[in-house]
């Protein structure tokens, strides 16, 4: 416990711009709490966001992306390049994977080239993995998404790890699993989106070099 006081002292002595409770925030989550907080806002609404894209496909087409492809899970990896390579890792039964690359090309060929597919903020992956996840087998499809801060509608994985996905299957029934209406309705949801961020313009700022977009564009604000 000395020996922590002390690092923490001569850190705080070091870089005076971290506040005390950032540099502790670091020592018990491995993270910054009020950076994570920024993240989750901007997660929760991606979530939104994609499952647009993804309802939006199948009212133009007549089924989700990649269904049908296969008999067995067929998985997306929502990632950055450099976020890929701590996506390489799968289910430990016959799947298929496609690369995020190919899932862009495939929406913007039926909704239009000017949408723009939003990616997790988180660079290395810290407690939970750090790319969205899009799988569908037979006709079924869900979109999850992972939190670092509880929710009540979130299903806790680990300590800071809350995984929320969204399906098309009225049967689900996984806590953190929701029909996308059901989930865009809920008022813990709808106030978790709402909340201030720390430093809107970081966020902002990150996103931008990812190559997404903050918020969704006016056209998925009505899609429902």
Known sequence: MKQTSRIVLI???LIPVISHAELMDFFKSGTSEALQHDFDIVRLKDVSTLSGYIEEYKKITGKYPFEGEVEYPHYVHIATKQQEQYAKGGPPYQHKRTSAKDFITELQLKLGKDIEIPFDLQKVPVNKPNFYI????????????????EQPFANKVADYYYKVEVTNNENANRNGTWLREKLLANEAYQ?????????????EELRNKLGGVTMPSNKLLHIK
């Open 11 to 13: 850190l705080t002595l």
């Open 134 to 149: 899009y799988m569908v087998v037979g006709n079924v499809y869900f979109l999850a998404v992972h939190i670092h801060h």
């Open 191 to 203: 106030k978790a989106i709402s909340v201030k961020p720390n430093k809107p313009a970081y966020t």
